[in-house]
Each structure stands twice: as structure tokens, then as C-alpha cells.
């Protein structure tokens, strides 16, 4: 299933240039950790705006990873909680790169991980007796597990982590009308602009199985400094802090000069008779390496797209552009409740898939 790629890119292409400033100092982690931290992770500003806005942070300037990639982090308190927050750019390629410097840079300072984003409906049969179940537009699914291979194999939730989900979810309130994004990253609160209402409540789906797929053909994805709460390589509220680093977009860019990229734009997504409540491009790929690090990991995602709504829209990308927002509030809800109910616990009380 195709999924905000082709939009995302060709957001950046006509955005197009590089910042031409000079290039940041790398930073890094000044020294062992006094505290460990929740990796919090999205995928683009969109998604992680709400949850960078709510967190004090240390410094809007990034530490950022070594070159060529230089993944940006944040360090700040969240809900009491010390946190690093990122994101780690569109795409598993991007996710995994991302995910792996974080514990390159942060090494043993990480508590758990997780992913709070966007995502296509689906469906599964885990409704009240067996019965079929459809994800919406603006529900928020907390799946048990991921698949990058279509079902063949899995990274799965920390059942402590699931337990607080669990636990917070009915304390959650969701939107059901439409706010507008903020695309240039004005920082401009969106709520203030009334939108479509959903004839329905949003929920938060729990369990069920999710499958995270590669449009890209194993390439990483370009993001564009300043480009934006789509396009963007940072959270809108530290976008116009944050050093120019135009060696990351030239990075993102190689990628593009494979043909393979783009015809990965129309492929079809790995066969499989599975079925899944949400479908997205990342969370798969960081389960992986939080799995391989033995350090916890849950994931949340709220449907941007692929079910009914009152525009009768023909699906993505028209209903991405115009749902994405109220997506990305539920699940910045979501994880907003789930990090002030967490509890950091040991590594050896990670469940292996």
C-alpha cells in the first residue's frame, strides 16, 4: 500500500535548494547518562509538532549523529519524564538509520522506545467475539506487533509497555473534527481552525498485528531543512532553531537517483493474505533495532487515510492532505497520556517475539 511517499517528494523537488548557510558542528552526547530516557520517534513534523510543543526541551539546537546522515535529536522533559525525541525521516531505510544512531549516540541511556505517528486503515477480525473490526480516520491503533515482510516475521510489543496502554486509553480524548496543518511551520496552533466533523467518536484500537512496508526499494528518503510540517527534516517548533545542515539533504537525495525509487512508488506492497488494522512505512523498522538492543518498544498509530469520510475523498494521497492533521492530534494524545503513566522497567523484562 502506498502511502505519503510520492507526496512527500514531490513536496521537496518543488520546494526544491539548499539552505545556503554553512554547515552545523556535529554534536554529541556530552557524557554517560545521570538518567535514562524515553526515545520518543515520528517520522515527519506533522507527527511529532504536538509532542515537541508539550516538551521542555534542553536546546532547540539537535545533537546530531555523524555525517553523512546526521540524524538530529532532542533532549528535553515530557510529562516529567526525560526524553529524546526525533524524527527519523520517511521510510524503513530512514527509520532504521535513525534508530541505530540514536543508541550509537545515547548508548545505554535509552529506557524504551516509541513510535507515534500516522497511518493507512485496515482490518483484522478482533472485534467483540471474532467479529471484523475496521480501523478509521482518527483512530488510534496500538497493534501487539509488526511486520516488515507481510506476516512472515514479527517484533512485538513489551507486554509492560501494551499494560500502560492499556491502561491510559480510556482516559484519551480524541477529535473528530478536522483541524488545519500547519505546513509552513508557522507554529501556528491548528485547533483554532474549525474543519469536517466525523459523523463518529474515534477510538483507541488495541491489538492486532500492523505491517510497516518499503516503497522506497531500500533507498533512504530526502527531507528538506525549514521545508515544513510534511517535507521538513525537523519538528516545526525548533524548525526555524535549528543550524542549516545541507549535507543531509544531498544525502537524502542519492537515493533519488535510482530509478528503482520512483518505480517503487507503484508497486504493490508485499503479497499476504494477513490481516492488519494499519499499515504505515516506519514503526517496523524501529521495533527491530529496539528489539536487537533489548530495550523495550510500543508503538501508536492514528489513521490519516483509507476509510469513508465526509468529503468522500478517493482515498490517499487526497485524504492524507486533509485528514493527517487530526491524525497526527490523536496520536500526540495518545502518547502525551501514555508517557505520563510511564514507569521505566528492566531490560530483562522485554518480551522476545
Known amino acids: 500500500m502506498l502511502r505519503r511517499i510520492a507526496l512527500v517528494v514531490a513536496t521537496v523537488m518543488l520546494l526544491g535548494g539548499v539552505p545556503a548557510t554553512a554547515l552545523a558542528t556535529a554534536g554529541g552526547w556530552p557524557g554517560p547518562c545521570a538518567q535514562r530516557r524515553l526515545l520518543i520517534l515520528s517520522a515527519y513534523p506533522a507527527e511529532m509538532g504536538g509532542i515537541m510543543r508539550a516538551t521542555k526541551l534542553d536546546s532547540v539546537e539537535p545533537i546530531r549523529s555523524a ?6 535529536f532532542w533532549t528535553g522533559t515530557l510529562e516529567g ?16 538509520q535513525t534508530t541505530n544512531a540514536a543508541f550509537t549516540l545515547f548508548k545505554n541511556c535509552i529506557s524504551g522506545v516509541v513510535f507515534s505517528g500516522v497511518a493507512g486503515a485496515g482490518s483484522d477480525h478482533l472485534g467483540p467475539g471474532g467479529t471484523a473490526r475496521q480501523s478509521r480516520i482518527g483512530d488510534v491503533t496500538v497493534p501487539d506487533r509488526w511486520s516488515t ?33 500547519d505546513r509552513a511551520c508557522a507554529c501556528v496552533d491548528p485547533g483554532t481552525v474549525p474543519g469536517l466533523t466525523f459523523p463518529y467518536q474515534p477510538i483507541v484500537l488495541l491489538h492486532g498485528d500492523a505491517s510497516t512496508t518499503d516503497p522506497f526499494n531500500g533507498h533512504a528518503a530526502p527531507c528538506l531543512q525549514h521545508g515544513g510540517d510534511l517535507a521538513g527534516c525537523e519538528p516545526c517548533p525548533v524548525a526555524l532553531g535549528t543550524s542549516p545542515d545541507p549535507g543531509r539533504f544531498v544525502y537524502g537525495v542519492e537515493g533519488v537517483a535510482d530509478p ?36 523495550p518498544f510500543i508503538g501508536f498509530r492514528a489513521i490519516s487515510d483509507g476509510s469513508p469520510d465526509p468529503l468522500m475523498l478517493p482515498g490517499y494521497p487526497s ?35
Do not use: C
Open 319 to 353: 485524504q492524507f492532505v486533509v485528514y493527517d492533521q487530526l491524525a497526527a492530534d490523536n496520536e500526540t494524545a495518545m502518547a502525551l497520556a501514555f508517557v505520563n503513566a510511564y514507569t521505566p522497567h528492566k531490560p530483562h523484562m522485554r518480551h522476545k517475539p
Open 260 to 295: 528503482a525509487f520512483f518505480t517503487g512508488f507503484f508497486s504493490q506492497a508485499v503479497a499476504s493474505n494477513h490481516e492488519f488494522i494499519a499499515y504505515d512505512d516506519e514503526t517496523g523498522a524501529v521495533a527491530a533495532v529496539a528489539d536487537a538492543h533489548g530495550v
Open 81 to 96: 519524564k526525560r526524553v529524546i525525541e526525533a524524527l527519523t525521516g520517511i521510510g524503513p531505510v530512514d527509520a532504521t
Open 149 to 181: 515482510d507481510g506476516g512472515k516475521t514479527w517484533s512485538t510489543v513489551d507486554p509492560a509497555l501494551f499494560e500502560t496502554a492499556v491502561d491510559v486509553a480510556p482516559t484519551v480524548k480524541l477529535q473528530n473534527t478536522t483541524p488545519v496543518g
Open 67 to 72: 555525517p553523512p546522515q546526521d540524524k538530529e
